[in-house]
């Protein structure tokens, strides 16, 4: 007899990482004969978000921006109905690879807001996960090639899906706590990203001179930051650079200032 009814799996996903996570977590449970709804936070409507029923395990997914979770999963957790069921709060970091060694990303602030947030409003905590997937913090380092991409996804698929078995059978798994220390030490860092550094960021971001606006980046950005300005792809300040746009885009013409002379390169299971 299983402990949980459902998995409802909330993700919010730039470049592929977090909604893949959520696939392969949608994969345990259906080897269990649970039922899991994987729902992209940026397709529904945040203001009427409907309550989750008892026996049900809620799972919030992201990726870490500027050593928080973005601001459109903050708002959808802030925003999330009251309930008591159990939560899995989960990210996806910048993992780069040295040698056969995949280095950490930070996750600082986003597990200890967001579970205090959930606990007041009457849920559980069961787990606190970070998974460091390829970074695609291009505006501050290369973009990492394909078989880096490969290799990274073949080392952390396993401890996703070990990580779900362990809480669909009732067990906790707080991963994170063990970097407790340093997530305080950044925390300065990630309010001064949320106050003025993700807007440098969003405004670093350009078309070059071949864009032949096809408009594609408009039309899968997350979070509709992107508009027309004299017939160009414009970035407001609702950008989250989720870096969505530069890895649809078809030609790779989209690019974060500070990153431009990089070779850009996305390899997504999904996309
Ligand atoms: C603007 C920006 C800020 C980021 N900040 C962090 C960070 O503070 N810590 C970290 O570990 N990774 C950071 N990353 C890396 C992403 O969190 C990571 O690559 C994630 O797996 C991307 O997930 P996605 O493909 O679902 O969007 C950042 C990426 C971007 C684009």
Known sequence: MEIYSKLLIYYFSGTGNSKNVALWMSSVASKRNIESVIINIAEIDRTSITPPLKGELLVFISPIHGFNYPPAMM???????????????????????????????????????????????????????????????????????????????????????????????????????????????????????YLIGRFLFAKSNFASADCNNCDICIKNCPVKAIIKVNNRPFWTYNCESCMKCMSHCPKKLLKPLMGQSYYIQFYFLQF
């Open 75 to 193: 708002h959808f957790i802030g925003r999330f109905p009251k309930g008591e069921n159990n939560v899995l709060l989960m990210n996806t970091r910048a993992g780069m690879l040295i040698g056969n060694f995949i280095t950490p990303g930070l996750t600082g602030i986003a597990f200890l807001l967001s579970s205090l947030l959930l606990k007041m409003k009457g849920y559980s905590i069961v787990g606190m996960a970070p998974f460091d997937l390829p970074s695609n913090w291009i505006s501050v380092h290369p973009g990492l090639n394909d078989k880096t991409i490969k290799i990274i996804h073949q080392k952390i698929k396993p401890k996703v899906l070990d990580c779900t078995e362990k809480v669909l059978s009732g067990k906790t798994n707080f991963a994170a706590l063990r970097e407790i220390v340093q997530d305080v030490i950044v925390s300065p860092i990630s309010v001064m990203y």
